[in-house]
């Protein structure tokens, strides 16, 4: 394939020397003509392992030329990556201005070519980027979206010190683009990456780095906060981290990382308090543990605001324990939430079976009785007797017993989904609480 690559940093780089080493013609465009200089004399911009190796065998096997001549670049390939740097603006937003300024080079060689031309941008941009580079190109080329050219989305995942490995060995390689032939092009230009190719709305692609490294960012910060914490009570850190990694069933596990309700019962808020209890006796700034319970407040806050900007005024809860197979209701966010309802105003019932069972017999009868008697009042025995008195139902906690019964809602009534239910096969109006 013939690549042409904007942006000979650290990630272009990397793939200039990838690509061209598997055998594409790769032309690498920079403003900066040092690096231009050093790469066609077969040495390296950057410090970074294997990298010179891979470099002086693309440049002597010509397969390999930089330049900073953007009409050579865009005329002799069918593709062109965009890896140029995105750096924070003064409030937090990328400036994306690089991005554009070679884009809009590029769209103005565009003009005077006749094949399909791909952009893939490889920098990291902010959602909604590639829309507005699709109105740069087409006003500055004369050209049309999806017939002469297409933007897609293409995120690195590289990290440096081991980007040529990472290159190789990337957790998937991510697509955002609905453009069938772009799809094609990329499978080809990664053929010799093995990893799971996963093909998205150009949107999601875009905003996925920013998510990937706020989390790896969020690991290192917890690690740093439970080792501050461990070695101020003459614990070892390291110790107590490494026996929490070993956790793969719910710590390093894909565990508790669906968006949907809020997180409450008799352990994570209770626990979470002793811990964030526990630094400040010993006088430690812990942010990241100490702000969990404000975040999963604000969440239940989102939960009852979303509800009321419905406007229905009978609402039916589908379980009201802290999740699904319990009756446990203490700390339920469901609580909460159907409680702020109720004070404002709204006509509220209630449909949970195994709270229903407990109310009888079971270990939280004496909870209903004496901590929530107003909720127990507003429970009914049957999700039939729930669905007629809501135009609403609030899908608070999911159970194999719902799936055959949201099958039958007439049209009229509307779902609002905390808990993640498969809305396929359903009539009524569906709406998820984040998604
Ligand atoms: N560095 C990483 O580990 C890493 C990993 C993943 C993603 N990213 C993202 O990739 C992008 C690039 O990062 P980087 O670290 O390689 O940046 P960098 O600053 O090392 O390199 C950017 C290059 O773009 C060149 N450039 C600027 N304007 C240009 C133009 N009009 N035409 C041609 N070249 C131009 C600069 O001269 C520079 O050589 C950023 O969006 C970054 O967030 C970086």
Redesign the pocket.
């Known amino acids: 394939m013939h690549i042409s690559i ?7 780089s990397i793939s200039a020397a990838c690509l061209s080493n598997e055998g594409h013609t790769v032309i690498g ?4 003509e040092e ?1 231009v200089s050093l790469i066609n004399n077969g040495d390296s911009p950057i410090v970074e392992p294997y990298l010179d190796q891979y470099i002086a065998t693309a440049v002597k096997s010509k397969k390999l030329l930089a330049t900073t001549d953007v009409k050579m670049a865009v005329m002799n390939t069918d593709i062109s990556i965009i ?4 750096p924070n603006r003064k409030d937090g937003n990328l400036n994306l201005n ?1 991005v554009f ?2 884009v809009k ?1 590029i769209a103005s060689i565009l003009a005077q070519k006749q094949s399909f031309h791909l952009i893939s941008i ?3 941009v902010s959602p909604g980027t590639i829309k507005k580079i699709v109105e740069l190109v087409e006003k500055t080329s004369g050209k049309h979206d999806q017939i002469d050219f297409d933007i897609a989305s293409n ?6 010190g081991s980007a040529i490995y990472d290159y190789y060995n990337p957790p998937y390689t991510l697509i955002g683009t609905n453009n069938k032939q772009s799809i094609a092009l990329f499978q080809q230009m990664f053929q010799k990456v093995e990893a799971r190719f996963i093909v998205t709305e150009p949107q999601v692609a875009e905003i996925m ?1 920013f998510i990937n490294n706020s989390f790896h960012a969020l690991k290192v910060s917890f690690a740093n906060e439970i080792g501050r914490l461990s070695k101020q009570l003459k614990l070892d850190g390291k110790e107590v981290m490494d026996i929490f990694m070993q956790d793969t069933k719910l710590n390093i596990s894909t565990y508790y990382l669906n968006p949907g309700g809020a997180f409450g019962g008799s352990c994570l808020p209770k626990d979470t308090r002793a811990l964030m209890a526990l630094g400040y006796k010993e006088g430690l700034s812990m942010p990241l543990i100490n702000n969990i319970l404000d975040s999963n407040d604000k969440h239940i806050k989102y939960c009852i605001d979303s509800i009321a900007a419905l406007q229905v005024n009978n609402i039916g809860f589908v379980g009201i324990a802290f999740k699904e197979n319990t009756d446990d209701l203490r700390e339920s966010p469901m609580v909460i939430i159907v409680e702020a309802l109720i004070g404002k105003g709204y006509n509220i019932k209630i449909y949970d079976n195994n709270v229903n069972a407990s109310k009888l017999l079971g270990s939280n009868k004496q909870y209903i009785e004496n901590s929530i008697p107003h909720l127990s009042q507003l429970m009914v025995h049957s999700f039939a007797e729930l669905s007629q008195h809501a135009d609403l139902l609030v899908i608070g906690n999911n159970n194999e017993e719902l799936n055959g019964l949201l099958k039958g809602l007439d049209k009229k009534k509307i779902i609002f989904d905390l808990s993640g239910i498969n809305p396929t096969d359903l009539y009524c109006k569906y709406y998820g609480v984040c998604w």
């Open positions: 904007f942006g000979l940093g650290y990630v272009g465009v920079d403003i900066n690096k890896c140029v740097g995105t690089f300024d070679v080079q490889r920098s990291t995120p690195e995942f590289l990290r440096e780095k």
